[in-house]
């Protein structure tokens, strides 16, 4: 009883020192806030939840509230920690990092340029359904879930987790340009395919999509961290109580004809079930903490290396399941664990982890700053990099590792074929006028 007692406690505290940190932080809020935000989420307000509603499961599973407590105190001071160093950064990479500074820089991109990200996304989707049978977290029977990264084309497979990062810049870019009223019903139809998009790949996505609009709509119009703006918060609440309710309802049977959003929004069943037979993402953490088992002292970082090394270049990789690597050194139940970045490094360097994670982050954000002051000049290119950025920050329950191999390998792709592209339609246009300069003086001599 006393470790649900602990865990509600402390994830309140949490919650509610993110909640007013980022109340002081908004004239400047940056991404290095935004991964305050994050952790303050995930380990606070998640925490709370589940220090009220999976209180069978803590007590069924004994869990040590001393653990429990040690688990929520290196999520607080290695959040603290990462937030101080990276303040000692540039005061010009810091610019380049205020949120404020990149919406207004979304709010360039044009229609053509968000229609064109629309149909990158929906092609490959389009293809997900009538070969693969999937499309987002969505699966129609044809592939078997396991089935996918053996059968499928790697181009597919590659192309598969970078889709909600294009989903979220066609997103954010509309929410800019209307926050900052250079909208029109374009704009409007344009945001509200991407959000029929982001459904897709589930309930995290629409969360974090739906307050990071909030975030950027209130930019111009005042502090949305205040006590006057609790009503948004409870209505982004309801929100996403009735879309959980319609999602968990029917997740796995969303093409039946029998189907009624009417009486499945108001049903908190599906919703509660989930919540109380998900696993938080403080769980894994403790269950490292707990174990006896020495930390894997970079072995863990060396596997997800070699598992970002694409098979164009390496053609007979083996890729080694990072949770069942996980749960084999530390003797756990080889089940899916709730993934997130202070886990990946925990298992790495043990409790040491707090102080390693922020070189990581250090390199992560000196690197995305040079890259956006240097590409600020292409909206379309500096749209996709930044919101991969967010993105990275943001999907807090999933590996570090993976997350951070797959931001650069992503972006370097990104960067590569944009100035493919641009190189190519600069060539095809200069081809184009000189072949009307050369038919104009043929058209004079003629004469």
């Known amino acids: 009883m006393l470790t649900y007692y602990v865990l509600g406690i402390i994830g309140l505290l949490f919650a509610v020192g993110t909640y007013f940190f980022c109340h002081w932080r908004w004239p400047k809020l940056s991404v290095m806030d935004l991964l305050v935000l994050s952790y303050g989420i995930s380990f606070g307000a998640h925490s709370v939840v589940e220090a009220f509603i999976q209180q069978n499961f803590i007590i069924t599973m004994g869990l040590d509230p001393i653990v429990t407590l040690i688990v929520m105190f290196h999520a607080a001071i290695s959040t603290a920690i990462i937030w101080i160093v990276l303040r000692s950064i540039h005061q010009k990479n810091q610019q380049a990092l205020r949120l404020r500074y990149m919406v207004k820089n979304w ?32 699966r129609f029977g044809v592939m078997d879930y396991y089935e996918i990264a053996t059968y499928s084309p790697y181009w597919y497979t590659a192309l598969w987790p970078f889709l909600p990062v294009l989903i979220y810049s066609v997103a954010l870019s509309a929410v800019a340009k209307i926050s900052y009223r250079r909208s029109n019903a374009v704009t409007w139809i344009i945001l509200l395919v991407a959000f029929l998009l982001c459904v897709i ?63 499945s929004w108001g049903d908190m069943s599906a919703t509660m079930l989930n919540l109380q037979e998900r696993i938080g993402p403080w769980y894994l953490n403790y269950r490292i903490i707990d174990s006896d088992s020495m930390p894997m002292y970079g072995a863990f970082f060396l596997n997800s290396m070699k598992n970002s090394i694409p098979r164009l270049f390496w053609p007979g990789k083996v890729v080694y399941d990072e949770d069942v690597m996980l749960a084999d050194h530390y003797s756990l139940p080889p089940i899916d664990y709730p993934n997130n970045p202070l886990s990946t490094i925990l298992a790495d360097f043990g409790i040491l982890s707090a102080f390693i994670i922020p070189l990581f982050y250090l390199f992560v954000y000196i690197s995305a700053a040079y890259f ?10 500096y749209l996709v990099l930044s919101v991969m950025l967010l993105q990275f920050i943001i999907n807090f329950e999933s590996s570090f590792y993976a997350e951070i191999f797959g931001l650069y390998r992503y972006g370097s792709v990104v960067v590569i074929l944009y100035f493919m592209g641009w190189f190519l339609l600069k060539y095809f246009k200069l081809i184009v006028k000189e072949a009307l300069k050369i038919n104009n003086i043929e058209g004079k001599v003629k004469v």
């Open 201 to 263: 790949y589930g309930r995290r996505p629409v969360f974090y999509l739906i307050l990071l609009s909030g975030i950027i709509w209130y930019f111009p119009r005042g502090n949305l961290f205040t006590l006057k703006k609790s009503k948004f918060f409870i209505l982004l609440i309801c929100v996403i109580i009735i879309f959980s309710n319609i999602y968990q309802t029917y997740r796995q049977d969303i093409l039946s004809a029998s189907i009624n959003l009417v009486e």
């Open 372 to 381: 956006l002051n240097k590409f600020r000049r292409y909206p379309l290119l």
């Open 107 to 138: 709010g360039k991109t044009g229609e053509a340029q968000q229609i064109f990200l629309l149909i990158a996304i929906i092609v490959p989707m389009a293809y997900g359904i009538f070969k693969v049978g999937l499309i987002g977290y969505l």
